[in-house]
């Protein structure tokens, strides 16, 4: 049965999307069976594994969780994309942002998006959820569905505080509603290591959770490059497969399967 990874944090602009994509082309270039799910209204990880146009996808992630709401049936591979690259898709588009309204009144309401994975992940052996940039319903029911979290933080400055919001919210869902959910680690993002800032977000995350969170080691450099390969569709494997932003994300590929 898939290991079920979501990729969190309420800030935007931490590449959660770039970091889910080529972390899942990374495990499938393992060998291993990836779904990714995209559960961010913005649809930015749709979009970066080549479909703009999501508007005109007839099933999305909102689709499937409205289907769960009305205890309808689901065919697992109902609206399921093939990237070239390996990996499969849940897609999303704006509708989803309609899911936040449609879960307040849900029965088992954070569950939704756990009910849905669990049709689907014994395909898989690693599902990927892409979280949006907030911690309302959608994110909640991310986190009840998964094993574990990844959360992606950018090394230009360290938002400590929305850390801690985070961090206080993962301990209620434990709490009450997801008692297995792990931590995975902190993955640093965007980092320029020629700078003092980056070094000093390092040291103060350390020093702040280094405790009690593992610190990924591969830490994800910035580059113009990963930037360049959403806007073309496809990873960062296939845009620069040479290049130390891939070198990166094989090596917390390789310390994701090791820790499954």
Known sequence: MAKVIALCNQK??????????NLGVGLAL????????DCDPQSDCTTALGWPDNDSLSVTLATLMEKVINDEPI???EGILHHAEGVDLVPANMELSGMEVALVGAMSREFTLKSYID??????DFVLIDCMPSLGMLTINALAAADSL?????AQYLPAKGMTQLLKIVNKVRKQINPSLEISGILMTLVDARTNLAKATEETLRQQY???LRIYDPKIPISVKAAEASAAGMSI????GSGKVAEAYMELARTVIADA
Do not use: C, R
């Open 12 to 21: 935007g602009g931490v590449t959660k999307s770039t970091s889910s994509i």
């Open 30 to 37: 393992q060998g291993k069976k990836v779904l990714i799910a």
């Open 75 to 77: 065919n697992p591979q």
């Open 119 to 124: 049709t689907v992940k014994g395909a898989y």
């Open 150 to 154: 990844i959360i992606p933080v950018q």
């Open 210 to 212: 280094g405790s009690h």
């Open 237 to 240: 494997f296939a845009y620069d």
